[in-house]
């Protein structure tokens, strides 16, 4: 059986298989295996979820949550402390705002970012690259 058979036999047989009496339940599950040929704890994760048209679509991408300054800024305390890994630049990063202030002009905004930020999300970022 195709996978689009699958599917079909999924929603065709889930709306029965919910409203079906315990002892029932039994009967369409082995139905269910046999066909498709599923594990018997597949088809009851499969067969007990909400259907399968009322799944959610896929999740919707986030935006930057980090602005264009936030990474320059973060590039260049990068590059003058000598290029450290993540983990020490974000320490470094609160011990260096008082003379990132005076240097260069960036908002709060910016400032809140710069302390948020994780090393995971330093990592991340691709002008350090």
């Known amino acids: 059986m195709t996978s689009m058979g699958r599917r079909e036999y999924l929603r065709a047989s889930h709306g029965r298989y ?17 066909i498709c040929g599923y594990h018997c704890k597949y088809a009851i994760r499969l067969l007990g979820q909400p259907r399968p048209e009322a799944r959610p679509g896929p999740r919707r991408s986030r935006g930057p949550s980090y602005s264009r300054r936030a990474i320059e800024v973060l590039v260049k305390v990068w590059e003058a402390a ?3 890994w993540s983990v020490r630049l974000k320490a470094l990063l609160p011990l260096w705002l008082p003379a990132l202030r005076q240097r260069l002009a960036f908002s709060t905004e910016t400032e809140r970012q ?11 970022r691709p002008s350090r690259s």
């Open 18 to 34: 919910q409203r079906s009496k315990p002892a029932a339940k039994g009967a369409i599950l082995d139905e269910f295996c046999s």
């Open 82 to 84: 000598g290029y450290p």
């Open 114 to 124: 710069l302390l948020t930020i994780s090393p995971r999300q330093i990592d991340r």
